[in-house]
């Protein structure tokens, strides 16, 4: 599986679906996605402890980066994209992990 790959289809069909305009192109966060997942997956293979702290830092972080809110300041739309940008970091990092 080309995490990258996967990371940048899924970010262009939401961009097209939710009519959004990302501060950085689709390609760059897909990079930063794939980076934050592979660091999660260690997370889980090595069975430490902090994962949900982690995932919810990483999407964040991939968040932050598209130029979406987060957290009080995160309107409904960054709110969609907050869900996909984690179910997309928890499927990855699992799947990269083999849980």
Excluded: C, K, Y
Excluded at 45 to 56: D, M, R, S, T, V
Excluded at 62 to 68: H, I, M, P, S, T
Excluded at 70 to 89: C, K, N, P, T, Y
């Amino acid at each position: 599986m080309n995490t990258r790959q996967e990371f940048r289809d899924l970010f262009d069909q939401s961009v097209e679906r939710l009519e959004t305009n990302l501060q950085i192109s689709t390609d760059d966060l897909a990079a930063i996605a794939a980076e934050e997942s592979d660091r999660l997956a260690r997370i889980l293979e090595n069975n430490e402890p902090g994962f949900e702290q982690a995932l919810i830092a990483a999407r964040d972080n991939v968040a932050l980066r598209a130029g979406l809110a987060v957290g009080a300041f995160a309107s409904g739309l960054d709110r969609e994209w907050l869900g996909l940008i984690a179910g997309a970091l928890r499927f990855a990092a699992g799947a990269a992990a083999g849980s």
